[in-house]
């Protein structure tokens, strides 16, 4: 049998071996080699993998903190809400909702007959007042001459009395004619007190204060009645204080009552708009007026906005709340606080901004840990 198989095998092929047994010598050179031309991309990539991240993370982490956003952001417009200065009635309404108008242009009129009433009712008093002054002045002219009078009449009363005395001496009167002679100058006396007395009364009556001096309290004050109800009259126009648009004009009806005070429309002022962004409280430690800003509406998707902080409140939303919050309670959790910063526009190209539009803003703090 081994011979049979000695010579099945041939004998230049040294590739037979014995079973059992394997030749060393005879094993592919390759098979040495391959095994670490496999390993090192393997431990490339093992070690670029957590450099790869580090570096990630440095670059993430070394500028944070420089961009700080909110989408608590807000368009803000002037809002001027316009109420009649003077009640009455509405006879006419020039304007409706969202209508666009111009500074002095008619928004509505009220009523003005009761205001006109007034107007003629202060011509009367200052005519009134006019003729009490010359009355005044009339009654000053006839004190002069009460004054004379009376005057005259001390004198022949006086004249009288020593009439009498010379008559007693000589004993052709009596004790009683002397007293009465005396009695009269008395009285004649008395009388040119009280005419002195009416002239200076009606001299007070023409005299004018120094507030106004030549002019008659009187007539002064018709005048300033006068004055107040022709400007109540004029107020029954009223004009538009600002260009803008109109809103909340649903109370501009004809016959509607208008009460002072009570705004009857609103415009929003044209030219002038701006951002309200309420930001973290924790935001704030390096926000600065005059830092760069990025502003995106909801509204206008492909609209950005650039402009700068302009200013950052006095007080979070809540310290100026209706009901500001108590926490001097057992019961306090601690709520991170918003605080209002105004953005400065600094364009807003060809579209129209709305108030109240909602908006996602972005400040550039430039710091770098």
């Known amino acids: 049998m081994l011979d049979a198989d000695s010579q099945a095998t041939p004998a230049g092929d040294d590739t037979a071996t014995v079973a059992g047994t394997e030749d060393p010598s005879r094993s592919p050179l390759p098979r040495t080699e391959a095994g670490p031309r496999r390993r090192w991309p393997v431990r490339v990539l093992m070690l670029s993998v957590p450099l790869a991240l580090v570096a990630v993370g440095g670059y993430v982490w070394l500028p944070g903190g420089r961009y700080v956003s909110t989408d608590n952001a807000?368009?803000?417009?002037?809002?001027?809400?316009v109420s009649p200065e003077v009640g009455g009635r509405i006879i006419d309404a020039r304007v409706r909702e969202n209508m666009t108008v111009a500074r002095g242009d008619v928004l509505f009129r009220i009523d003005p007959e009761p205001y006109a009433l007034a107007v003629r009712q202060a011509d009367a008093?200052?005519?009134?007042?006019?003729?009490?002054?010359a009355t005044?002045?009339?009654?000053?002219?006839?004190?002069?001459v009460g004054i004379a009078a009376a005057r005259?009449?001390?004198?022949?009363?006086?004249?009288?009395?020593?009439?009498?005395?010379?008559?007693?001496?000589?004993?052709?009167?009596?004790?009683?004619r002397l007293d009465?002679?005396?009695?009269?100058?008395?009285?004649?006396?008395?009388?040119?007190?009280?005419a002195q007395a009416d002239s200076a009364e009606a001299s007070a009556r023409?005299?004018?204060?120094?507030?106004?001096?030549?002019?008659?309290?009187?007539?002064?004050?018709?005048?300033?009645?006068r004055e107040t109800a022709a400007l109540n009259l004029s107020r029954t126009v009223v004009r538009a204080p600002v260009g803008g648009r109109v809103v909340q004009a649903e109370r501009l009806q004809l016959g509607q009552s208008m009460v002072v005070g009570l705004p009857a429309?609103?415009?929003?002022?044209?030219?002038?708009?701006?951002?309200?962004?309420?930001?973290?409280?924790?935001d704030l430690d390096h926000m600065r007026v005059g830092q760069p800003a990025e502003v995106r509406l909801d509204a206008y998707p492909e609209l950005k906005l650039r402009g700068r902080v302009d200013s950052i409140g006095a007080g979070t939303g809540s310290e100026f709340s209706i009901l500001p919050a108590q926490n001097a309670t057992g019961n306090w959790v601690k709520v991170t606080q918003r605080v209002p910063v105004r953005i400065r526009l600094d364009g807003i190209g060809d579209r129209k901004l709305i108030a109240g539009l909602s908006a996602e803003v972005t400040v550039d703090t430039g710091n770098r840990r």
Do not use: C
């Open 74 to 81: 807000y368009v803000q417009q002037d809002k001027v809400a």
């Open 206 to 225: 023409l005299t004018t204060g120094s507030a106004m001096p030549g002019v008659n309290p009187a007539i002064a004050q018709a005048r300033v009645r």
């Open 265 to 282: 429309l609103t415009i929003v002022a044209d030219g002038r708009s701006w951002i309200e962004a309420n930001f973290k409280e924790t």
């Open 125 to 133: 008093d200052i005519a009134g007042a006019q003729v009490s002054v």
């Open 180 to 194: 009465e002679a005396a009695r009269k100058v008395e009285m004649a006396r008395e009388q040119l007190r009280a």
């Open 152 to 176: 005259d009449a001390i004198a022949y009363a006086q004249i009288d009395l020593e009439r009498q005395h010379a008559l007693m001496q000589r004993g052709f009167t009596t004790k009683a």
């Open 136 to 144: 005044l002045a009339s009654e000053a002219r006839s004190t002069g």
